[in-house]
């Protein structure tokens, strides 16, 4: 899988968007971005992913430079419940016998009142 | 659905002490694996099964032992507990060709004194 870089912690204003970027320069033309979210001492959550096109759930939205070299998970309108760490991880999601799913070790977004 | 099921939730053991981390799901997924977590160090891949009789190492099975019998089950085992085992576990498992989408468990800690 391709290696992505994240900043170690970022801070947002509850309300405000928060935008959390990925650097995945190395990623190859099947590997996916897929980004999952850990609040404190839970389990790692799914949250969205994407090949080329952006995308939008009722979680984020995923969106993908046009030479996919990075990407930024949004999330529109930050809660304090949205204070979590997050993973922004690159593979091809079991294509290719590639069954290795690679956390880093992600964003810590802290959402302050 | 009950989703991705881990027992026990918390377990201290002695040092050369055996035991079973149990994790099922009731949501027909092929493919299931092990994390642990340790801090500032991320989730790492201990071993993942693609379906029942199969199973394969991730980046650092050893001192674990598993098995998958069943679609439903993948039990952990540690054949003789030592303190660098100590860690929180996590249990996830996916569609074999949606690997990128896992549901994890809540997790197990484990503390080997």
């Known amino acids: 899988d391709a290696k992505t870089t994240q900043p170690t912690s970022m801070d947002c204003a509850e309300g405000r968007a928060a935008n959390l970027p990925c650097n995945h320069s190395?990623?190859?033309?099947?590997?996916?971005v897929y980004w999952y979210r850990q609040i404190h001492s839970q389990g790692p959550q799914y949250i969205i992913h994407?090949?080329?096109n952006n995308e939008t759930n009722e979680m984020a939205s995923l969106i993908i430079t046009e030479d996919r070299k990075s990407s930024t998970l949004i999330l529109p309108h930050a809660t304090l419940r949205d204070t979590a760490v997050y993973y922004c991880?690159?593979?091809?999601?079991?294509?290719?016998?590639?069954?290795?799913?690679?956390f880093g070790k992600g964003t810590l977004l802290t959402v302050n009142p | 659905n009950a989703g991705v099921t881990q027992t026990p939730k918390f377990q201290v053991l002695k040092t050369g002490q055996s035991m079973t981390l149990q994790c099922a799901q009731d949501?027909?997924?092929?493919?299931m694996s092990w994390y642990r977590q340790d801090p500032g160090m991320g989730l790492r891949l201990i071993h993942y099964?693609?379906?029942?009789?199969?199973?394969d190492q991730g980046e650092v099975p050893n001192g674990y032992n598993v098995s998958r019998s069943t679609t439903e089950d993948f039990p952990l085992r540690l054949l003789s507990a030592a303190p660098s085992q100590t860690s929180v576990y996590f249990c996830?498992?996916?569609?074999?060709?949606?690997?990128?989408?896992?549901?994890f468990g809540s997790g197990t800690q484990l503390s080997v004194l």
């Open positions: 996830a498992s996916s569609y074999r060709q949606g690997v990128g989408k896992l549901f």
């Open positions: 190395t990623i190859s033309g099947n590997e996916y």
């Open positions: 994407g090949l080329k």
């Open positions: 991880i690159v593979s091809t999601g079991g294509g290719g016998s590639n069954y290795k799913l690679t």
């Open positions: 949501m027909n997924h092929e493919y």
């Open positions: 099964s693609v379906g029942a009789g199969i199973t």
